[in-house]
């Protein structure tokens, strides 16, 4: 199953603002362009293992642990993304996918840690190349990237 199939089985039965929330980032291909440009090893942050760095450096390693294991994934606000990345960061990928960067902070806090959850099923961040990540998701993205 595609880590976007299995985001989007993920809004259809989260219901309320989290699957809208999730939908957006899934609805917006330059969001999710930024999106998987983080997690590439060729990112400026340093792939899934520097993002996972800078929110364990944040004091967020509780929540980043929770991503990694099999239990449910500790969620984070807008802020704690912004804190962890930098407002720089946020601010480029709001640009990126034409949203206000609160908007793209919020998405970002649903989507990463989903997203992080399904790249690690074994618990350990493996970095990846932009490509590899397209191609993990597949046929969903296909044309839209």
Do not use: C, Y
């Not at 362009?33 to 060729?42: P, W």
């Amino acid at each position: 199953m595609s880590l976007l199939k299995s985001l989007t089985d993920m809004v259809l039965n989260a219901g309320g603002q989290k699957a809208g929330l999730l939908e957006s980032v899934m609805q917006n291909p330059k969001l999710m362009e930024g999106v998987m440009g983080l997690l590439s090893k060729d990112s400026p942050v340093g792939g899934v293992q520097g993002l996972l760095a800078n929110f364990q450096n944040a004091g967020m390693g509780e929540a980043v642990q929770s991503w990694l294991g099999n239990g449910a994934n500790k969620p984070l606000s807008g802020g704690d993304i912004e804190q962890a990345l930098g407002g720089d960061v946020v601010r480029q990928l709001a640009e990126q996918a034409n949203m206000a960067p609160s908007q793209a902070s919020d998405v970002l806090s649903q989507a990463l840690p989903a997203m992080i959850d399904k790249l690690t099923p074994q618990g350990e961040a493996q970095d990846m190349d932009f490509g590899s990540l397209q191609s993990m998701l597949g046929g969903f993205l296909k044309g839209k990237l």
